[in-house]
């Protein structure tokens, strides 16, 4: 399989349309290019218009659920990766992804959760999907997302 | 008007000060260009010394309340970059715009009150004002700020 | 004292060792230069395998500790330039700064620690330590860890 095959699989794992114009919430864009930087608004697990994993990290939501919400979030940002470059193959390098994740009193395994998203760029990036990050927890997120991420990558 | 009228009306019209030196809070710079890119440190809704927008959002600060607070937020940021550049037309783009959103358990509209910089952004650069964005609710801002956010703007 | 032997000696008061790799938590890489810009990922007060400052800042951690935090947290990125550069010389600028502060509620003082991390830059790396800051008063962090902190430097 190619990588957009790939992407494209994993879209329909989870209900995602490779194809179709991601809903958004704000004034504001999803994907922005600078030269060769891509910078990418915060992705929630949003397939069509409803947010699939709510709910607060080590409470009302499961590590396994935030993990599937990272998964969600950052397919999403592949998504706008390909639809804005045509192809996953124009992607060079993923640079910087931050993760936020809703968390409880007491969890402390955000880096957990956010490895769900970091597994899923070196599988259909390869090396280019090896990138620096910050996770943290924070109080409330848009929606009651249990997850929110964003990303810089590098067009090739 | 000019851009730069329309960023002085804005600014008197919640007591800002166009050419005043902006205070801050630590040993850093407010703004840093490097080529293209101007980054710009996180700014509260201060007015003169005083942080004119405290609380909890969803708690002891009302949602509208919290907007008013990301509007003067931005405006000092825009306030920066035209001090810096000398007018706000050296703005080519707003490149990213963080704002984070010190939230009541329960608030997840931070989306909502990030609007209200996005908005002005819009307002007074157009199209050069369009950005990538990502929101989060916090647990505590530096002196109880209600609102703070940050920005990475390209110039001319 | 060159700036590379005043960083031996700041890690070897807290029990960093230059020269040692630096643990890291999960699927993704310490530091990453695209051009002129180095990023790196979010660092925690961790010497060896152990985070050596944990709680919350304003109640389980003291503010005085929190420093302590940043300061080691800053360190650890201080040793990835210096261990990807072959020396502190090599860098031109701190960009950027991100300070994420585990904070108690009513805990208002996110810029007070932060500056252990600002003061740490100026003093290592001078005129070039100046940078662009953002601090945030979240609610976990990975580990239990007190502060977290990323950059971005500028490559000579």
Redesign the interface.
Known sequence: MTRNQQLAACCAAVGLDLHEALQI????????Q?G??I????QIPRVGSQVVVQGRVGDSCSEANACHAAHIACLRALVLLYQHLGSLDGVA?I????V??Q??????????V??AA??LL?QLLGEAG???????????????AAV?L?MVA?AA
């Open positions: 919430g704000g004034q504001y864009v999803p994907l922005m600078h060769q930087e910078h990418i608004s915060g390098r640079l910087r992804l931050n936020y994740v968390s409880a009193a007491g969890f402390t395994r955000q880096s957990e956010a490895n970091s597994a070196y090896v990138h620096v990050r910050t996770s943290v927890g924070v109080y409330q997120l848009p929606k009651n929110e964003d590098i």
